[in-house]
């Protein structure tokens, strides 16, 4: 059963805390990215990664890291230096250029 | 910047009705158009795309509009169901992996 897998559903952090989001693809997909989606707004870009070992700040890059050393992880790390992490996060793949991207079922992250 | 624009925050239409659902967009370097439908606190799911180079695709209730001219594109479901109830992304690619979002919209289906 192919998709993407986001873990897990529901985070909680205190504050000043690094925290790690796991985002697996099993569609063998070259391209992955991360979103988020904060309350009345669209999805905004943080990070992608066309191919292994390359990946693309995004439009509000700052405060987040990512690695991409597998085709099928893209794993998000949200650092302290963000601002304002709590946000749903959203990981998502896809073929190709100009080919639909697929979500994950996204991670609700929660700083105290 | 806001490159992709979708100004109506809400939308109710009957059931069996028409919904179209607006998305504007700035950057001309757009090929790719992509609507997703979104429930609470799940990811988007992809519903259809329209390449630059057609000014109209279809699937079953769902069809895409594209006007280059005026940097518009529409979402149009015929006939509306309750279950379509939902908030609706439209998104733009330029051939660089970004896609870019608009806000949403978010219709409710009356029965």
């Known amino acids: 059963d192919g998709g993407i897998t986001q873990s897990p559903k529901y985070l909680f952090r205190k504050e000043g805390q690094n925290v790690t989001l796991s985002c697996e693809q099993n569609?063998?997909?070259?391209?992955m990215y991360w979103y988020r989606q904060d309350p009345g707004q669209g999805l905004r870009l943080i990070y992608y990664?066309?191919?292994?070992?390359?990946?693309q700040k995004g439009d509000i890059a700052e405060g987040y890291s990512v690695s991409r050393e597998k085709k099928e992880s893209f794993p998000l790390t949200v650092t302290s230096a963000q601002k304002n992490p709590t946000a749903f996060y959203l990981c998502?793949?896809?073929?190709?250029?100009?080919?639909?991207?697929?979500f994950g079922q996204g991670t609700r992250l929660t700083v105290v | 910047d806001q490159q992709v624009k979708q100004n109506s925050p809400s939308l109710s239409v009957q059931e069996g009705r028409i919904s179209i659902l607006n998305c504007d967009y700035t950057?001309?370097?757009?090929?790719?158009f992509l609507w997703y439908k979104k429930y609470p606190a799940e990811g988007p799911t992809f519903l259809i795309s329209?390449?630059?180079?057609?000014d109209k695709n279809e699937d079953g209730r769902f069809t895409v509009f594209l006007n280059k001219s005026a940097k518009h594109l529409s979402l149009h479901i015929v006939p509306s169901q309750p279950g379509d109830s939902a908030v609706y992304f439209c998104?733009?690619?330029?051939?660089?992996?970004?896609?870019?979002f608009g806000t949403g919209t978010r219709l409710k289906v009356l029965a």
């Open positions: 950057n001309s370097m757009f090929d790719y």
């Open positions: 329209i390449s630059s180079i057609k």
């Open positions: 569609l063998n997909h070259d391209a």
């Open positions: 998104a733009g690619d330029s051939g660089t992996y970004k896609y870019i």
């Open positions: 990664s066309q191919i292994v070992n390359d990946f």
């Open positions: 998502a793949s896809s073929r190709a250029k100009a080919t639909e991207a697929f």
